[in-house]
């Protein structure tokens, strides 16, 4: 397969990645799968993903106390629980849908329900310039707002093209990661960002791989090792200015995250 014309998709970088990735995926991927491809079933699954994923944005509820709420069916009204369970309804909608911008945009809608209650940005491409901030500076200016829609198409319509070329299983994962990097550094929402981006990625290599995709504990992992998440993500402080010949040691924790699924 070639992807060499992509304007996001960079495939470049695949033989320094295929040279530095050190696990057998598809061993990894045999012994994930014996366990099963009941996704919907509580709580092993879906449940921990957006947990984890709502946890690197700063959500204070731990998987353990969130099983403990599913246990003793409590149903709380706070903010950061309904954060989670928005999650949620997003991860169960991709379940069955395919990567179009309109889903994109339904689960983002359906993810950010609370997150952005009132504002009417849940579910829209962004209409002004955004940035993200660490420790109140300023760390990364996003793609101006008017470029925001068409990147996003763009990146779409490639991950389709991908899919449809039948990738092999060290590309699935190469680009799994590479389209989460992408989405982040496009930053097409208002908010929201992260969490769709690491649903993206897990929903491309279901795509690709099947079902048995949403058991690897790909947020969970990155959670576990956020200083070095945040640090591989960051590759400039715009997007204009981004060097991707740093891309690699992030494009690596994906496959870990493989291995991790069931040895961490």
Sequence with gaps: M???????LIRKYLPIYEAQQAFTLSNHLAKLRKRGTKVMEFPSNLAQSVVFSANIEGNPVDYDTYLKYQDQNIRPRNKSYQEIEDLLKAYQYAIAKKITVQTLLHAHKL???????????????????????????????????????????????????????????????????????????????????????????????????????????????????????????????????????????????LPAALRYSYKG
């Design 111 to 253: 993810s950010t329900r609370t997150l952005l209650k009132g504002t009417g940005k849940s579910g829209n491409i962004r209409s002004t310039m955004v940035y993200v901030y660490q420790r109140s500076q300023r760390i990364y200016t996003a793609v101006p707002a008017p470029a925001a829609e068409t990147l996003l198409k763009t990146l779409v319509k490639e991950v389709n093209q991908l899919i449809k070329q039948k990738p092999s299983l060290t590309e699935c994962f190469y680009y799994a990661a590479m389209i989460h990097l992408r989405f982040v550094h496009i930053h097409p929402f208002a908010d929201g960002n992260g969490r769709t981006a690491r649903l993206l990625e897990k929903w491309f290599l279901t795509q690709c791989l099947g079902d048995a995709a949403w058991l690897i504990h790909s947020e969970r992992y990155y959670f576990r090792h956020l200083p070095k998440y945040y640090t591989n993500i960051k590759l400039g402080t715009t997007y204009q200015t981004l060097d991707y010949d740093g891309c690699v040691p992030f494009l690596l924790m």
């Design 2 to 8: 070639s992807s060499e014309n992509s304007e996001l």
